[in-house]
């Protein structure tokens, strides 16, 4: 890499470290583009070099490592051969993520609503998506027992993201222990729906009065 190569990527990290911190400490509503530029060094100008809005910054800090992700734990269902293998891997790696980079997850519970905001259905949308498709899959292949993927989908990426939010605030992040514990709470339920009696399972409802 060249000097000329080497400024700009050092001057892209300046920006994306300041952005950062603004995000994590006061907010993304709260913040604005020169706020960023001056936790830097550089010309308020030198910002537009590198990024033209406030959302394209942020999206910058969150893309690239969701769609990372994203990749990584569709890798894993794609390769599962059985129903323990797509559950646990799955979150296994997920809550891993989480425990190496806490910050990016911090980044998104700090920004929550932005990110609703900006990301389609989730603050992960696309990960949603991949998901319910994942699914589909592996009732096809029949690793899974036929049910509702959209259901399924939103029950297995709710909690994920909830247990993220727990691992990610503690000291003690045991990504192991979660992805057991989500694994042992799901595979029972999921497996009822292989039973025909499942099927015909009706809510009890506590009559009013």
Known sequence: MGKRESNKAANRSA?????????LERGYEAICIRDIIRSTDLATGTFYNYFTTKEEVFRALIDERIAALTEQLHAVR?????????????????????AEDPVLYHLLMRNEAAVRTLY????????????KNDIRDAIRRGI???????????????????????????????????AAFATRLFLGGIQSFASEKAATLKPRVRASG
């Open 15 to 23: 920006i994306l470290e300041a952005a950062r911190q603004h995000f």
């Open 78 to 98: 794609q390769k599962a051969r059985s129903l323990d293998e797509f559950v646990h891997g799955a979150y296994l790696a997920a809550f891993t993520a989480i």
């Open 120 to 131: 389609q259905d989730s603050p992960m949308g696309i990960s949603l998506q991949t998901l």
């Open 144 to 178: 899974m027992p036929t049910l509702d993927a959209d259901h399924l989908a939103a029950a297995l990426f709710g909690a994920g993201y909830e247990i993220g939010r727990v691992l990610s605030a503690s000291e003690d992040r045991d990504p192991a222990k979660a």
